[in-house]
Protein backbone atom coordinates (compact mmCIF):
# COMPACT_ATOMS: atom_id res chain seq x y z
CA UNK A 1 0.00 0.00 0.00
CA UNK A 2 1.12 3.13 -0.94
CA UNK A 3 0.17 6.85 -0.09
CA UNK A 4 -0.26 8.79 -3.16
CA UNK A 5 -0.30 12.70 -3.51
CA UNK A 6 -3.97 14.33 -3.23
CA UNK A 7 -4.25 16.81 -6.67
CA UNK A 8 -5.19 20.80 -5.08
CA UNK A 9 -6.90 23.29 -7.25
CA UNK A 10 -6.96 24.58 -9.67
CA UNK A 11 -5.39 21.08 -10.83
CA UNK A 12 -7.44 20.73 -13.90
CA UNK A 13 -7.47 16.98 -13.39
CA UNK A 14 -10.12 17.27 -10.99
CA UNK A 15 -12.64 18.78 -13.37
CA UNK A 16 -12.37 15.50 -15.66
CA UNK A 17 -15.14 12.81 -15.75
CA UNK A 18 -14.51 9.32 -14.24
CA UNK A 19 -15.30 6.63 -16.24
CA UNK A 20 -17.26 3.24 -14.78
CA UNK A 21 -15.06 0.36 -13.85
CA UNK A 22 -15.78 -2.65 -16.23
CA UNK A 23 -14.09 -5.21 -13.97
CA UNK A 24 -13.36 -5.42 -10.46
CA UNK A 25 -9.85 -6.94 -10.21
CA UNK A 26 -6.86 -7.25 -8.19
CA UNK A 27 -5.62 -3.76 -9.97
CA UNK A 28 -8.75 -2.06 -9.09
CA UNK A 29 -8.23 -3.45 -5.47
CA UNK A 30 -5.45 -2.62 -5.15
CA UNK A 31 -5.65 1.04 -6.33
CA UNK A 32 -8.74 1.38 -3.14
CA UNK A 33 -6.07 -0.08 -0.83
CA UNK A 34 -3.74 2.98 -1.84
CA UNK A 35 -6.98 5.14 -1.89
CA UNK A 36 -7.15 4.40 1.52
CA UNK A 37 -3.92 4.88 3.04
CA UNK A 38 -3.52 7.84 1.52
CA UNK A 39 -7.11 9.38 2.62
CA UNK A 40 -6.04 8.05 6.14
CA UNK A 41 -2.69 9.56 6.13
CA UNK A 42 -4.52 12.88 5.04
CA UNK A 43 -6.32 12.81 7.30
CA UNK A 44 -10.04 12.49 5.64
CA UNK A 45 -13.50 10.62 6.00
CA UNK A 46 -13.80 10.10 1.97
CA UNK A 47 -11.62 10.24 -0.96
CA UNK A 48 -12.48 10.23 -5.00
CA UNK A 49 -9.77 8.48 -6.86
CA UNK A 50 -9.77 11.55 -9.33
CA UNK A 51 -7.83 13.45 -6.37
CA UNK A 52 -5.07 11.30 -6.59
CA UNK A 53 -5.68 11.39 -10.24
CA UNK A 54 -7.26 8.54 -11.60
CA UNK A 55 -10.10 9.06 -13.42
CA UNK A 56 -12.36 6.24 -12.20
CA UNK A 57 -15.82 5.90 -10.39
CA UNK A 58 -14.29 4.90 -7.28
CA UNK A 59 -14.29 6.21 -3.51
CA UNK A 60 -13.36 4.72 -0.32
CA UNK A 61 -14.65 6.67 3.00
CA UNK A 62 -14.69 5.83 6.86
CA UNK A 63 -16.81 7.95 8.78
CA UNK A 64 -15.31 5.97 12.01
CA UNK A 65 -14.20 8.47 14.97
CA UNK A 66 -10.74 8.88 16.45
CA UNK A 67 -11.35 6.45 19.26
CA UNK A 68 -13.27 3.49 17.02
CA UNK A 69 -12.70 0.77 15.10
CA UNK A 70 -11.29 1.52 11.52
CA UNK A 71 -14.65 0.94 9.18
CA UNK A 72 -13.84 1.53 5.79
CA UNK A 73 -16.29 1.41 3.23
CA UNK A 74 -16.09 1.08 -0.64
CA UNK A 75 -18.01 2.55 -3.22
CA UNK A 76 -17.37 1.63 -7.28
CA UNK A 77 -19.74 3.20 -9.41
CA UNK A 78 -21.70 4.81 -7.16
CA UNK A 79 -25.20 6.01 -8.51
CA UNK A 80 -27.73 8.42 -6.84
CA UNK A 81 -30.91 6.84 -7.43
CA UNK A 82 -33.00 8.69 -4.77
CA UNK A 83 -32.84 12.18 -3.08
CA UNK A 84 -35.30 13.42 -0.37
CA UNK A 85 -36.71 16.47 -0.81
CA UNK A 86 -35.37 17.93 2.75
CA UNK A 87 -32.42 19.51 2.82
CA UNK A 88 -29.16 19.30 5.41
CA UNK A 89 -26.56 21.76 5.92
CA UNK A 90 -22.96 20.65 6.71
CA UNK A 91 -19.65 22.39 6.80
CA UNK A 92 -18.08 21.06 4.01
CA UNK A 93 -14.09 20.27 3.59
CA UNK A 94 -12.37 18.71 0.56
CA UNK A 95 -8.58 17.26 0.94
CA UNK A 96 -8.29 19.13 -2.86
CA UNK A 97 -9.40 22.10 -1.03
CA UNK A 98 -6.87 22.51 1.79
CA UNK A 99 -7.93 24.28 4.98
CA UNK A 100 -10.97 26.35 3.30
CA UNK A 101 -14.61 25.02 4.71
CA UNK A 102 -17.96 26.19 3.96
CA UNK A 103 -21.39 25.77 4.82
CA UNK A 104 -23.06 23.31 1.83
CA UNK A 105 -26.50 22.52 1.84
CA UNK A 106 -27.68 18.91 -0.02
CA UNK A 107 -30.03 16.62 0.07
CA UNK A 108 -30.77 15.18 4.08
CA UNK A 109 -31.21 10.78 2.72
CA UNK A 110 -30.12 9.50 -0.68
CA UNK A 111 -30.25 6.19 -1.70
CA UNK A 112 -26.89 4.72 -4.07
CA UNK A 113 -26.49 1.72 -5.71
CA UNK A 114 -22.85 0.40 -6.06
CA UNK A 115 -20.51 -2.22 -6.11
CA UNK A 116 -18.41 -3.60 -2.99
CA UNK A 117 -14.57 -4.14 -2.45
CA UNK A 118 -15.45 -7.59 -4.04
CA UNK A 119 -17.37 -6.38 -7.36
CA UNK A 120 -20.82 -7.14 -5.51
CA UNK A 121 -23.77 -4.61 -6.67
CA UNK A 122 -25.08 -3.50 -3.05
CA UNK A 123 -27.23 -0.61 -2.38
CA UNK A 124 -27.69 1.97 1.05
CA UNK A 125 -30.18 4.45 2.34
CA UNK A 126 -27.89 7.19 3.61
CA UNK A 127 -28.52 9.70 6.17
CA UNK A 128 -26.44 12.42 7.94
CA UNK A 129 -22.58 12.70 7.20
CA UNK A 130 -23.14 9.71 5.12
CA UNK A 131 -25.54 10.98 2.90
CA UNK A 132 -23.19 14.32 2.58
CA UNK A 133 -20.17 12.65 2.15
CA UNK A 134 -21.35 10.39 -0.52
CA UNK A 135 -22.71 13.07 -2.45
CA UNK A 136 -20.19 15.30 -2.20
CA UNK A 137 -17.69 12.21 -3.62
CA UNK A 138 -20.32 11.50 -6.11
CA UNK A 139 -19.73 15.19 -7.46
CA UNK A 140 -15.88 14.44 -7.49
CA UNK A 141 -16.77 12.06 -10.28
CA UNK A 142 -18.05 14.30 -12.41
CA UNK A 143 -15.89 17.05 -11.82
CA UNK A 144 -17.64 19.30 -9.12
CA UNK A 145 -16.45 20.90 -6.29
CA UNK A 146 -18.42 21.93 -3.37
CA UNK A 147 -17.22 25.46 -3.61
CA UNK A 148 -19.34 24.95 -7.11
CA UNK A 149 -22.14 25.70 -4.90
CA UNK A 150 -21.07 28.66 -3.15
CA UNK A 151 -21.83 32.20 -4.93
CA UNK A 152 -19.27 33.90 -7.59
CA UNK A 153 -17.82 36.24 -4.74
CA UNK A 154 -17.57 33.77 -1.84
CA UNK A 155 -16.14 31.00 -4.58
CA UNK A 156 -13.16 33.47 -5.40
CA UNK A 157 -12.52 34.54 -1.49
CA UNK A 158 -12.06 31.11 -0.33
CA UNK A 159 -9.47 30.44 -4.34
CA UNK A 160 -7.86 33.28 -3.37
CA UNK A 161 -7.30 32.75 0.49
CA UNK A 162 -6.05 29.02 -0.62
CA UNK A 163 -4.07 30.63 -3.11
CA UNK A 164 -2.08 32.72 -0.19
CA UNK A 165 -1.79 29.88 1.89
CA UNK A 166 -0.50 27.24 -0.42
CA UNK A 167 2.27 30.36 -1.51
CA UNK A 168 3.49 30.36 2.34
CA UNK A 169 3.17 26.12 2.57
CA UNK A 170 5.84 26.62 -0.68
CA UNK A 171 8.18 29.01 0.85
CA UNK A 172 8.26 27.30 3.78
CA UNK A 173 9.04 23.57 2.54
CA UNK A 174 11.63 25.26 -0.23
O1 LIG B 1 -12.41 14.82 4.84
C1 LIG B 1 -13.44 15.31 4.34
N1 LIG B 1 -14.39 15.83 5.16
C2 LIG B 1 -15.64 16.23 4.74
C3 LIG B 1 -16.41 16.99 5.61
C4 LIG B 1 -17.67 17.40 5.25
C5 LIG B 1 -18.18 17.06 4.02
C6 LIG B 1 -17.42 16.32 3.13
C7 LIG B 1 -16.16 15.90 3.49
S1 LIG B 1 -15.22 14.95 2.40
C8 LIG B 1 -13.60 15.38 2.86
C9 LIG B 1 -12.57 14.54 2.13
C10 LIG B 1 -12.66 14.83 0.65
O2 LIG B 1 -12.22 15.82 0.13
N2 LIG B 1 -13.29 13.96 -0.08
O3 LIG B 1 -13.43 14.17 -1.39
NI1 LIG C 1 -13.44 16.34 -1.61
Not at 50 to 64: A, E
Not at 72 to 98: Q, R
Not at 128 to 148: K, P, R, S, Y
Request: hydrophobic share 40%; glycine share 4%; charged share 30%.
Amino acid sequence: MTVKKILIIPDPILRKKSEPVKKVDKDIQNLMDDMLETMYSAPGIGLAAIQIGVPKRIVVMDLSKEDEKKTPFYFINPELVWKSKSKATYEEGCLSIPNQFAKIQRPEKCKINFLDYNGKEKSIEADGLLATCIQHEIDHLNGVLFIDYLSKLKKNMIMKKLMKEQKEIDRIVV
